[in-house]
Structure formats: structure tokens, C-alpha cells
């Protein structure tokens, strides 16, 4: 989960873990309150509910293509209407992929950040995995992947562009250092 600060000084909370404790939802009051629950793909709602209760007037919003599988699971409106992220974020939409996703970009004092669902993930903290080693995830190019050469295309212009410092997978620890965006990149040519 990654929180995200709005330009109205509230948060959006992107992919939200499920049973928060009580720091994290003291933590999200103290900085504004929650007013909008990003689920970035139709896999990605585990939480939803749990931060709903704490916050029950936060919108929940989604990529068009994952609402109608949201809604039937979360038995509530989501929209698609994407959030207004502060300076400096943005949410990006992959083309591609059968199972719609949207990746949360931050641009910060020592680079760009990105926060993603399941096109990568991170190590899992064991010796024989570097920090700023990405990984792929098999579940993606078989259960995500749509059109190969669109996504590729993207993809490797968005790393090409971004050169992320730091990203913050769905699976996984997160992940940086120099041999970051090489690594995502060889990820990528490998689909």
C-alpha cells in the first residue's frame, strides 16, 4: 500500500492493505484523512473494506475495465474517475494488458519512484537477492499480459524516460539502487 497526498491536502490510498492496525489508521488521519481508495487493478481490492469502515465517505475508483469484477466483489459503486494526485504524482496505465492496471509515479529530490501491482516484484529479502534486483512475475505474462508488443513498447520507453530509482512492487520488498531501471528493463525485453 502506498498513501498519496491530493492537492485538496487529503489522501488517496493506492492498493490498501487489508486490516489496518491502529497506527497506520491514526497515521492517515493525522495526515488529512483518507477521501479516495485506488484499487489499480480488478486482484487488488483485499482491503478496501477494512479502510472503507475507518473512512465510510472515501470514493473508491478503478481502472474502467476492473470495475464491473470490483463492484460484484465489493457489493458498492466504483468509479473511474481517477484521483487528483498532488505536484509531482501521477498514475499511469499500461496499454496492453487484458487485467486493466494503473501505476502510481512519483517524482522526488533523488529520482522517480514507481508503486505497481503485478508486472514486477521485488526481492524477497534473502541473501541470494540483491535489493536493487526487480523480479518478474510468471502470473503476469500469462494472466495480465494482452497485447505483448504494446506493453513492451511502453514500457521500455516509460523505464527509458523515468530511469526509477525506487519501486515499491505489490509482491515483494521494494526494490532500488542503480541497477534498478536495467533491471526492469532486461524484465521487460524477457516478456
Known amino acids: 500500500m502506498v498513501a498519496a497526498r491530493l492537492r485538496r491536502g487529503r489522501l488517496a490510498l493506492y492498493s490498501p492493505v487489508p486490516k489496518p492496525d491502529d497506527t497506520a489508521l491514526e497515521a492517515a488521519r493525522d495526515l488529512g484523512g483518507v477521501t479516495t481508495i485506488l484499487a489499480p487493478s480488478h486482484f487488488h481490492h483485499l482491503g478496501i473494506a477494512d479502510w472503507r469502515a475507518a473512512f465510510p465517505d472515501a470514493t473508491v475508483c478503478a481502472p474502467a475495465a476492473a470495475i464491473p469484477r470490483l ?18 504524482l501521477s498514475l499511469m496505465s499500461p496499454p496492453g494488458l487484458r487485467a486493466a492496471e494503473v501505476w502510481l509515479r512519483a517524482e522526488g529530490p533523488d529520482g522517480v519512484a514507481w508503486a505497481v501491482c503485478d508486472a514486477f516484484a521485488g526481492p524477497a529479502g534473502s541473501e541470494d537477492s540483491p535489493a536493487d534486483s526487480p523480479k518478474a512475475r510468471g502470473a503476469f505474462a500469462t494472466m495480465c499480459l494482452g ?18 530509482v525506487l519501486l515499491l512492487p505489490a509482491h515483494g520488498n521494494a526494490v532500488s539502487g542503480p ?5 526492469l528493463a532486461a524484465i521487460v525485453e524477457a516478456l
Open 179 to 183: 541497477a534498478l531501471a536495467d533491471g
Open 147 to 164: 497485447d505483448k508488443t504494446a506493453y513492451k513498447n511502453w514500457a521500455m520507453t516509460r523505464i527509458d524516460a523515468d530511469r526509477p
Open 71 to 88: 463492484e460484484n466483489r465489493l457489493g458498492h459503486s466504483v468509479f473511474d474517475t481517477m484521483p487528483d494526485l498532488d505536484r509531482g
